[in-house]
């Protein structure tokens, strides 16, 4: 067993860095220097600053996320699906003397091609804390994830939480909305409408109209967004995973998004175990870094 490691979490907008001595997390660390946003620092600079006074000779870093995609450090290779949990952690990419990469996952057949980084390895830890045929992954590119005990069989992107961001912010329906408010009765109005309409495209405009002619109020038009995007999302994926109405289901990711999928699934007659971004790819990297030690 590695008895002390530091884990990063290292995507395009932001870095999480947490240090690990037996078992136990000492200290955590967040930067703005993603990989997009390095602003003339090389990635060796950037991690020597966000890990300053952890580091020794003989101190690994383990990292995943875009700092292992071709726009990042290097470019870790994918594993192809269906793959076992067990092989990310020994398909590990060296950058520089005890600092790896995590590989990311990828499908490629002429009905579904995909790539996951970062998530993997939050499923490593999912595995382990809260096992799961189906896993589902909100964010701004929300996966969803086949698996069994031991292998990574399939999973699926939905643009979600970066359609909802570039609907508010980059097209018509933001436009004089203002300041915006939590409201479950919205997000349920537009759970509902997602629910039960398959082309949701057609619907978009009509959330501007509907603020515009004070049907809807302005300030509760993200929540009703969120609810149509989320509603439609769920409830057109578990057509495709209908065996997960008799197996578990667990949605990783921060309370408030675990909360929505679940208000849907309910919703939809399904129930699922939420599981904190952040505690399943902590869990995660500690299982890969174990297995480096044996």
């Not at 830890?125 to 964010?139: K, N, Q, T, V, W």
């Not at 929300?142 to 005990?149: I, P």
């Not at 989320?230 to 949605?251: D, F, L, P, W």
């Amino acid at each position: 067993m590695i008895s002390r490691y530091i884990a990063i979490d290292w995507g395009s907008t932001n870095l999480r860095a947490w240090l690990y001595q037996d078992g136990e997390c000492l200290d955590s660390r967040q930067s703005a220097s993603g990989i997009t946003r390095l602003n003339g620092q090389t990635p060796q600079a950037v991690l020597n600053t966000v890990t300053d006074g952890w580091r020794d000779a003989n101190t690994p870093v383990l990292m995943a996320g875009m700092v292992g995609s071709n726009a990042g450090w290097i470019n870790a290779p994918y594993l192809p699906c269906p793959t076992a949990f067990s092989a990310i952690g020994e398909q590990l990419t060296a950058v520089i003397p005890d600092v790896w990469i995590i590989p990311g996952l990828s499908v490629d057949r002429d009905d579904n091609h995909n790539v996951i980084r970062g998530e993997e390895t939050q499923l490593i830890g999912a595995a382990a804390l809260a096992p799961a045929s189906l896993y589902i992954m909100p964010g701004t590119h929300c996966k969803w994830v086949q698996a069994d005990a031991e292998r990574i069989h399939d999973f699926r992107t939905v643009m979600t939480g970066e359609l909802h961001h570039l609907l508010l912010t980059h097209s018509l329906v933001g436009v004089g909305i203002g300041e915006q408010e939590t409201c479950d009765a919205a997000f349920d109005a537009g759970m509902e409408q997602g629910i039960n309409d398959d082309a949701i495209i057609t619907r978009l405009f009509e959330v501007r109209a509907s603020h515009v002619l004070g049907a809807l109020p302005r300030s509760h038009v993200s929540e009703y967004l969120s609810g149509l995007l989320i509603g439609n999302e769920v409830a057109m994926q578990m057509r495709r995973y209908q065996h997960a109405a008799s197996a578990a289901i667990t949605v990783v990711a921060n309370q408030k998004l675990c909360a929505r999928y679940q208000r849907v699934l309910a919703r939809l007659g399904f129930s699922a175990t939420p599981l904190e971004g952040d505690t399943a790819f902590q869990a995660g990297i500690r299982s890969i870094a174990h297995a480096m030690a044996n």
